[in-house]
């Protein structure tokens, strides 16, 4: 069993900062991308922002400049720190990971249950 447990969600005002923590337990062999979605009411999920297990890193445009993924391999952890958050940030943002549980098995997609991040005006 894998299991994905987010943290760091909240309320904010315009302008201010959250930092989300995402940690992969269980039985894990490796992983690969690791990244964060969100999905905002009557809205599609959306890809925020993703991290390959060499630190390449991808963001939606509408983030770029204002947040910053990371993670720590050694923790099986991946951070998605948000500044300058804006009420259209709002939405339950939800952690992904690619891996695989045992050496030579496929990789599979893990999803986190997700945090609540609320941005007022």
């Known amino acids: 069993q894998v299991q994905l447990v987010e943290s760091g969600g909240g309320l904010v005002q315009a302008g201010g900062s959250l930092r989300l923590s995402c940690a992969a337990s269980g039985s894990i062999f490796s992983i690969n991308a690791m990244g964060w979605y969100r999905q905002a009411p009557g809205k599609q999920r959306e890809l925020v922002a993703a991290i390959t297990s060499g630190g390449s890193t991808n963001y939606a445009d509408s983030v770029k400049g204002r947040f910053t993924i990371s993670r720590d391999n050694a923790k099986n952890t991946v951070y998605l720190q948000m500044n300058s958050l804006k009420p259209g940030d709002t939405a339950v943002y939800y952690c992904?990971?690619?891996?695989?549980?045992?050496?030579?098995?496929?990789?599979?997609?893990?999803w986190g249950q997700g945090t609540q991040v609320t941005v007022s005006s």
């Open positions: 992904k990971a690619e891996l695989r549980g045992h050496l030579g098995s496929a990789t599979y997609d893990y």
